[in-house]
């Protein structure tokens, strides 16, 4: 294994999910035996912090693509590195920059979602989704999809609980709320007030913030007058354990929703983006979780509704915990360095 570069972002407005996956393959990548450099606009003191203590190397750019100085500054790390794979995860990464990574005669895999570019020029396209095989993606003769959940990529502290099992309460009295790295509709503020609606004795709720959240301030002031039992956590590194925790969960409909698939968590998948809105379309048709779409419309009253009536609906949790747990089996960060290794040596 030799040098894996990553290009990926977070902050307020595009979250954290790009990076936090990126941030499994790199550690599959050097538990393997390979070295890692992220290269990328992220100024969160806490995510950095984290590669950090991964022993990854960081190169900070200054703006983001479009701007010129990041394919510049992306090309002089990637001189001297020929053999290398550049991964690249980021909706404002477009067909230029790919174009230019082949160009510059390095190996390219493109983490994507909902095949919004009308061209690939990627080696590999990795979409981790239910509805990846339902998409059409336009690619060069070499280019080879890799579509499904099969390759779903989750972090080293989740692979730990592998061979778990989770017990389905009859009535579910905990539940967990993640909406993702940075939330800037402050949809989270919505579901601690719908939790205050449901009746049921007993019930907890560890509601998790992520680092760019702008929202804290107001979180804690609504949860200190909560009568319901409610608590706030800002930037969990139990994550895994907070999801074991749990009888269900309010999650947005991003990456976090493999990880809670992964560990069996019933789950009430939010859309607040138009790509989030493709992923609970294949949520939905494969029965895994139950979906909202708030990107138009956010109702207190319907996810009360919701909720109460899963938490209340044990076959109903039951059937979602092990369609999740056979859907995600922790295998996917093998399998795609498996398919690294070979395409490096094919070509």
């Not at 804290?216 to 895994?240: C, D, F, Q």
């Given at each position: 294994m030799k040098r894996l570069f990553i290009r990926a972002d977070a902050g307020t407005r595009i979250g954290a999910g790009h990076f936090m996956r990126c941030l499994a393959l790199a550690q599959a990548w050097k538990d393997a035996g390979g070295e890692v450099s992220f290269i990328t606009a992220c100024q969160n003191d806490d995510l950095l912090q984290r590669l950090r203590e991964e022993g990854f190397a960081i190169h900070l750019l200054a703006n983001p693509h479009p701007d010129p100085a990041d394919w510049n500054d992306t090309k002089g790390l990637l001189t001297g590195f020929p053999d290398a794979w550049l991964v690249m995860d980021g909706y404002h990464f477009d067909e230029t920059y790919q174009q230019r990574v082949k160009e510059a005669g390095n190996r390219l895999l493109v983490i994507d979602d909902i095949a919004h570019l009308k061209h690939y020029y990627a080696d590999i396209v990795l979409n981790q989704n239910l509805h990846a095989e339902q998409l059409h993606y336009s690619g060069e003769p070499y280019t080879q999809l890799l579509l499904g959940t099969r390759y779903v990529l989750l972090r080293r502290e989740f692979l730990a609980?592998?061979?778990?099992?989770?017990?389905?309460?009859?009535?579910?009295?905990?539940?967990?709320?993640?909406?993702?790295?940075?939330?800037?509709?402050?949809?989270?503020?919505?579901?601690?007030?719908?939790?205050?609606?449901?009746?049921?004795?007993?019930?907890?709720?560890?509601?998790?913030?992520?680092?760019?959240?702008?929202?804290?301030?107001?979180?804690?002031?609504?949860?200190?007058?909560?009568?319901?039992?409610?608590?706030?956590?800002?930037?969990?590194?139990?994550?895994?354990?907070?999801?074991?925790?749990?009888?269900?969960?309010?999650?947005?409909?991003?990456?976090?929703?493999?990880?809670?698939?992964?560990?069996?968590?019933?789950?009430?998948?939010?859309?607040?983006?138009?790509?989030?809105?493709?992923?609970?379309?294949?949520?939905?048709?494969?029965?895994?979780?139950?979906?909202?779409?708030?990107?138009?419309?956010?109702?207190?009253?319907?996810?009360?509704?919701t909720l109460d009536d899963l938490m209340r609906d044990g076959k109903r949790r039951d059937d979602m915990s092990q369609l999740g747990q056979r859907l995600v089996d922790g295998n996917g960060c093998e399998n795609m360095l498996g398919c690294l290794s070979k395409l490096k040596a094919a070509r």
């Open positions: 609980w592998r061979n778990w099992k989770r017990e389905i309460p009859e009535v579910a009295r905990r539940v967990l709320v993640t909406l993702g790295g940075s939330d800037p509709e402050n949809h989270t503020l919505g579901v601690i007030q719908a939790l205050q609606k449901i009746d049921i004795p007993g019930l907890e709720a560890v509601v998790v913030i992520g680092a760019s959240n702008p929202h804290a301030s107001v979180l804690e002031t609504e949860v200190g007058k909560s009568k319901a039992s409610i608590r706030l956590v800002r930037s969990a590194r139990n994550m895994p354990e907070l999801m074991a925790g749990a009888d269900v969960a309010v999650a947005s409909a991003g990456s976090t929703v493999w990880e809670l698939a992964f560990l069996g968590v019933p789950t009430i998948a939010v859309a607040t983006t138009l790509v989030e809105e493709h992923l609970i379309g294949g949520l939905q048709k494969h029965g895994l979780f139950l979906g909202l779409n708030w990107r138009n419309d956010f109702s207190i009253q319907q996810l009360g509704e």
